[in-house]
C-alpha cells in the first residue's frame, strides 16, 4: 500500500501501465471477491442499461428525468471524452478528483493479491463513490456485452437492454443470438427486465423466461407513437400523452426514450414521476457526441458511430437534415470493427473524407483505409466532387475539412469515441 499515487491523473496512468500487464480473464470471479471484501452494497434503487446501441443516451434521459424529479441521481456512463471524471456523475455534476481518488485507494486496499482490469478497478471504484454518496437511485452504463461485464457483480432492481447488434465478434459472438444471451445475462429473477430491441432474439426471451425474470418487451408490454409535434408512451400501467421529442436528435431515440420511460413505470412505487418531470426531463437531456450538432457554419456533427448499426442510424440521420452542397468527413475507426459495413452505409451521404489515425495501437491504419473509400469514387467524380486525404490525428483531419468546407457544407465526425474525442479537444484548446 506504500507510496500509493495521489492524483487522479498518477492514478489513470498507473492503472494503464498495469493493464499492460491484466490480460481480460472473462469471469466475474475477481471483480465479485473485491466486491465482497469492499462490502459494497446499495442502499438505493439500481437500473443497469446495457446494448449494442442507445444505452448512453437511455440512461442520460434516465438522469435527466429523474433529476427533474427532484431526486438524487448518481450515473455510471462511459466512455469519456475529455475528462476521466465525465464517467461519474452525482446530481449531475461530475465527481471530483479527490473523491475518484479515496475510491481508487478503498479498491486497492481490498485487492490484495487479486489482479485487476483498468476497466474492472476503476467500475469498482466509482460504484463504491456513488454507494457511500447520498443519492436516491444508481444508473449505471454496462460496458462490453453484460453476463460478464463488471458492473453485473452489481445487483440491479430494473435492467435495460437497448438494442442488440453484432460489435466486439471477438468476445460476445458474431450472431444476434449469441450475443442476445450476453446482454441478457444482467436480467434478475423476478425483477424487470426490459428489452427496446424492436426484434428481440430468441437467446435473450429464453434466458428470461428461464431464470424468471419480468421481461417488458417493447410492442407487448410498452409501446409508443407520435406525430410531428409530439409523441406519447404506453406502458403496462401508465400512459404518459404529450410528451416532447427528446432533446437527443435521431432515429432511434424514441426506442431508447421508452426504454427509460418503461424503467421509470417498474420503479414508479420507488420514485414516483410526474408527467411535468418527465417532459421535462426529455426535452433538456444532454449526451455529448450522440448526433450532436453543434451551433455555427458550416453545419458540425459529432457522433460515436462505430458499427454498422450505428452506421445506419447516423446515414439514416445525415439524410434528414436537409441540403448540404458537400458532407465532409473526419473519420477514423478500431480495426476489429466491421469496417466494411459501416462504410456501406454511410458513404451515399460523404463526398469528401479525412482520414485520421487515432491514439490507440487498434486504430486502424488511414492508407488502408484511404484504399477502401478510393473504390467508392463515383465515376467521372472530380477531385473538387469527391476526395480521400489521409491525416496523423483527428485534429488535423478536422483542421482540414474546415479549411475547405463552406457555409453550406457540413462536416461529420464519426467512427470511434477516439475520433470524436480528439476534435472536441481541438476546439476547446482553440477556444482558449
Not at 472473462?26 to 465482497?36: I, N
Not at 440521420?317 to 478500431?334: D, E, Q
Request: hydrophobic fraction near 45%; glycine fraction near 8%; charge should be negative.
Amino acid at each position: 500500500m506504500q507510496n500509493l499515487p495521489t492524483t487522479l491523473p498518477d492514478w489513470l496512468a498507473l492503472l494503464e501501465s498495469r493493464h499492460a500487464e491484466t490480460h481480460i480473464d472473462m469471469g466475474l470471479d475477481r471483480v465479485r471477491a473485491v466486491k465482497e471484501r469492499m462490502q459494497l452494497n446499495f442502499r438505493c434503487p439500481v437500473i443497469t442499461v446495457a446494448g449494442t446501441n442507445g444505452k448512453g443516451s437511455t440512461c442520460a434521459m434516465l438522469e435527466s428525468i429523474l433529476l427533474h424529479g427532484g431526486y438524487r441521481v448518481g450515473l455510471y456512463i462511459k466512455p469519456h471524452f475529455l475528462d476521466f471524471n465525465e464517467r461519474a456523475r452525482i446530481n449531475g455534476e461530475m465527481a471530483s478528483d479527490a473523491a475518484l481518488v479515496a475510491s481508487f485507494n478503498v479498491v486497492e486496499g481490498a485487492r490484495g493479491e487479486i489482479d485487476l482490469t483498468y476497466f474492472e478497478f476503476t467500475t469498482l471504484a466509482i460504484a463504491h463513490l456513488l454507494s457511500i454518496s447520498t443519492i436516491d437511485v444508481a444508473i449505471l452504463e454496462v460496458g462490453l456485452g453484460g453476463r460478464l461485464d463488471a458492473v453485473n457483480v452489481i445487483e440491479p432492481d430494473v435492467s435495460v437492454v437497448t438494442s442488440i447488434d453484432i460489435d466486439h465478434k471477438d468476445y460476445l459472438g458474431d450472431t444476434r443470438e449469441e450475443i442476445g444471451f450476453e446482454k441478457a445475462g444482467i436480467f434478475r429473477p423476478g425483477k424487470p427486465a426490459i428489452c427496446s430491441d424492436p426484434q428481440p432474439p430468441q437467446s435473450l426471451i429464453q434466458h428470461a423466461q428461464d431464470i424468471g425474470a419480468d421481461l417488458w418487451l417493447i410492442g407487448r408490454d410498452f409501446n409508443y407513437q407520435g406525430d410531428q409535434q409530439q409523441w406519447a408512451y404506453g406502458g403496462r400501467e401508465i400512459r404518459r400523452n404529450s410528451l416532447a421529442y427528446p432533446a437527443l436528435r435521431g432515429a432511434n431515440q424514441l426506442l431508447n426514450a421508452s426504454a427509460a420511460l418503461a424503467a421509470l413505470e417498474a420503479l414508479r412505487m420507488q420514485l414516483p414521476v410526474g408527467a411535468q418531470e418527465t417532459r421535462a426531463g426529455l426535452a433538456l437531456v444532454e449526451l455529448p457526441g450522440r448526433f450532436q450538432v453543434l451551433a455555427g457554419r458550416p453545419t458540425t456533427v459529432l457522433d460515436v458511430a462505430h458499427n454498422p448499426h450505428a452506421a445506419a442510424t447516423l446515414a439514416q440521420n445525415l439524410s434528414n437534415m436537409g441540403y448540404h452542397r458537400y458532407t465532409y468527413a473526419v473519420f477514423g475507426i478500431m480495426q476489429d470493427k466491421d469496417i466494411d459495413a459501416v462504410i456501406e452505409h454511410i458513404a451515399p451521404n460523404i463526398d469528401h473524407w479525412c482520414v485520421c489515425r487515432l491514439d490507440s495501437p487498434r486504430s486502424a491504419d488511414p492508407a488502408v483505409l484511404a484504399a477502401r473509400l478510393e473504390a467508392k469514387r463515383p465515376p467521372g467524380a472530380k477531385d473538387d466532387e469527391f476526395s480521400v486525404k489521409t491525416f496523423l490525428d483527428p485534429a488535423a483531419a478536422f483542421a482540414d475539412a474546415m479549411s475547405r468546407a463552406g457555409q453550406d457544407d457540413r462536416i461529420v465526425v464519426f467512427g470511434s469515441f477516439y475520433t470524436v474525442a480528439g476534435v472536441m479537444a481541438a476546439r476547446k484548446s482553440s477556444l482558449h
